[in-house]
């Protein structure tokens, strides 16, 4: 019930990936810039992914998180979007673990899995 979720949650997804001057969007790319600097300090190259909703893998997905990405990016920060790859590889549109708990199920994890292996994000 997308009409529904301002009323649920701490934040809304609008919020946090459409508004550049809420609370929520600035915390987020200050965390990132923190995460990149301090690993770099220290000698490692940090990738950041984005795990889809999967419970709403659908192709009118609105796609909030790209403005996010697409703002990180412009500060040196890239983060790896599954979205094409998880369409692709997806048995559902819907892969929670239960209607009650939004975790992704086994299938998702192993599309992640695989992800990072195709595209080379993990060390073997």
């Not at 893998?57 to 094409?84: V, Y």
């Not at 975790?103 to 994000?121: E, G, S, V």
């Amino acid at each position: 019930f997308p009409s529904l979720r301002k009323y649920y949650g701490s934040s809304i997804f609008e919020k946090l990936y459409k508004d550049k001057q809420s609370v929520e969007f600035v915390t987020y790319i200050d965390l990132l810039k923190k995460l990149k600097n301090e690993t770099k300090k220290d000698g490692v190259d940090i990738n950041f992914i984005y795990f889809p909703e999967i419970n709403y893998l659908n192709d009118d997905n609105p796609k909030f998180w790209k403005t996010i990405n697409q703002e990180a990016e412009k500060l040196g920060i890239k983060i790896h979007d599954s979205w094409e790859y998880f369409m692709e590889h997806k048995d559902s549109t819907d892969m929670r673990w239960s209607h009650i708990d939004y975790h992704p199920n086994c299938k998702a994890h192993k599309i992640m899995a695989n992800y990072f292996i195709k595209y080379n994000l993990v060390e073997e």
